[in-house]
């Protein structure tokens, strides 16, 4: 299962976080040798997203995601919510992969493939029964904020060490992610004490559907085969997906019909922190992160600049001919002409 306005298993659409959306093999022009991307390699998001609690932050977004009914029931009409749910989760992570670490031509590439799915997919609201269109701002602005908060807190609670400022930092680098999809950058929360107002006005709008609890269920309990099971892919996979589900706020866990027992929150971090400590003791070439951070640090520097701090001589695997990164490429505006921004519908 996944909510997120990114990942959409339609029959006859292309899946847009999929391997056409953002293919990390693709070939970069000459000028995009330094760029860095949306936020570059002294960015928050860049720490963030890299960080071994990634997995459990995103399928903990799409345990919050669910509860928002309207973009529960997009999902649902334009997917199949008993498939399993990791091929989904894998595009999810690709997708947010690009563009954080993709230049910015990538980013802005894989968005526009979202942000056209999204105008030719409809769904039926599940209180009035009237149609909207996937691209619907208030939606998409609920799953930007409810995956890039997930991202955040997991990865907080896991062990990441982030200052008030570089909180925020984050939020308002994700204002960039939130414009790509659509989204009015004056509309999406830039700070956590915005991000904090946003869940107490939208959280009497959540509740727990019969899709979002088939949606929870296939999380924590998908199908496997035989042979998976034999290999103990069933008992790793509960392991990741209740530690996730536990690292939900208090309030998401009540709507999921669990009790906020005493306690119950301290179980799913000394998880999410010993499987982080455990990430820090891998050898180098597994701590590298994914194919497409390795890629960004070397076409930025940011290698160079690792070995230069500690002493390596050794060469760095830049780019031929590259030069200190350059700021981002300006955004186009993928909202102009709507004439429906989640600021006028707010």
């Known amino acids: 299962m996944n909510v997120s306005p990114h990942e959409h298993d339609h029959a006859h659409q292309p899946s847009p976080a999929g391997p056409d959306a953002a293919d990390p093999q693709d070939a970069q022009r000459p000028d995009d040798a330094a760029d860095p991307g949306l936020f570059g390699p002294d960015s928050v998001s860049w720490r963030v997203m890299a960080d071994p609690a990634f997995a459990f932050g995103g399928l903990r977004a799409l345990f919050l995601q669910a509860l928002y009914p309207r973009a529960m029931a997009g999902l649902a009409q334009n997917s199949d919510l008993s498939a399993p749910p990791w091929s989904r989760l894998l595009r999810t992570a690709r997708y947010v992969h690009t563009v954080t670490y993709g230049t910015s031509e990538q980013a802005q590439q894989a968005a526009a493939r979202v942000r056209a799915i999204h105008r030719a997919l409809w769904g039926r609201d599940p209180d009035n029964g009237r149609p909207f269109r996937l691209d619907d701002p208030q939606a998409l602005l609920w799953v930007h904020v409810a995956m890039a908060e997930s991202f955040l807190s997991t990865a907080?609670?896991?062990?990441?060490?982030l200052s008030a400022d570089e909180t925020d930092r984050f939020y308002r680098e994700q204002v960039l992610a939130a414009q790509l999809v659509g989204l009015d950058p004056a509309a999406v929360p830039a700070t956590a004490a915005q991000v904090a107002r946003y869940f107490e006005q939208i959280r009497p709008q959540l509740r727990l559907t019969p899709q979002a609890a088939q949606a929870a269920r296939l999380l924590l309990w998908p199908p496997m085969n035989a042979k998976a099971r034999l290999y103990g892919a069933r008992a790793g996979w509960l392991a990741l997906s209740s530690t996730a589900f536990g690292l939900l706020p208090r309030w998401a866990r009540r709507l999921y019909r669990l009790p906020a027992l005493?306690?119950?929150?301290?179980?799913?971090?000394?998880?999410?922190?010993?499987?982080?400590?455990?990430?820090?003791?891998?050898p180098t070439p597994l701590r590298r992160g994914s194919p497409m951070l390795q890629e960004a640090r070397a076409r930025t520097g940011a290698v160079a600049a690792d070995r230069a701090a500690t002493g390596d001589q050794r060469s760095a695997p830049l780019v031929r001919g590259a030069s200190p990164a350059r700021p981002p490429k300006p955004l186009p505006n993928p909202g102009?002409?709507?004439?429906?921004?989640?600021?006028?519908?707010?």
């Open 336 to 346: 102009a002409g709507r004439g429906r921004t989640a600021a006028s519908t707010a």
């Open 262 to 282: 005493p306690g119950a929150d301290l179980p799913p971090v000394a998880t999410a922190r010993l499987l982080r400590t455990a990430a820090a003791t891998l």
């Open 156 to 161: 907080r609670r896991a062990g990441l060490s």
